[in-house]
Nanobody, 128 residues
Framework: EVQLVESGGGLVQAGGSLRLSCTASGSTFENYTAVAWFRQAPGKEREGVSCIANSDGITYTDNSVQGRFTIARGAAKNTVYLQMNNLNPEDTAIYYC????????????????????WGQGTQVTVST
């Protein structure tokens, strides 16, 4: 029923910034325990980037992006954002937002197989 759509990706030079958006239709994020951002680069496994818990708003961020990326809920309850600052070429990937499967949440950020609903992804390319 619920569908996720990511937007905001593009080509940016190293050191630049992008803000990704994830919009849900058919439901709102308040109906789920959490929403998270993942990314996948060519030839690499999908990895968790950041997550926000609906219950208390606590965020979880992977060490690789901590201090540079910030996840936030939008004023509209069907939207979350990923603000990405000081981008580097290693951030190049397709970025996905996702909703957790039953009984799961942000503590499963580094277990992509436990997330049940995915968007189509948005490409982020960081040039040198």
């Amino acid at each position: 029923e619920v569908q996720l759509v990511e937007s905001g990706g593009g080509l940016v030079q190293a050191g630049g910034s992008l803000r990704l958006s994830c919009t849900a239709s058919g439901s709102t994020f308040e109906n789920y325990t959490a929403v998270a951002w993942f990314r996948q680069a060519p030839g690499k496994e999908r990895e968790g980037v950041s997550c926000i818990a609906n219950s208390d708003g606590i965020t979880y961020t992977d060490n690789s992006v901590q201090g540079r990326f910030t996840i936030a809920r939008g004023a509209a309850k069907n939207t979350v954002y990923l603000q990405m600052n000081n981008l580097n070429p290693e951030d190049t990937a397709i970025y996905y937002c996702a909703l957790p499967g039953p009984g799961s949440g942000c503590l499963a950020l580094h277990l992509p197989q436990l997330w049940g609903v995915w968007g189509q992804g948005t490409q982020v390319t960081v040039s040198t």
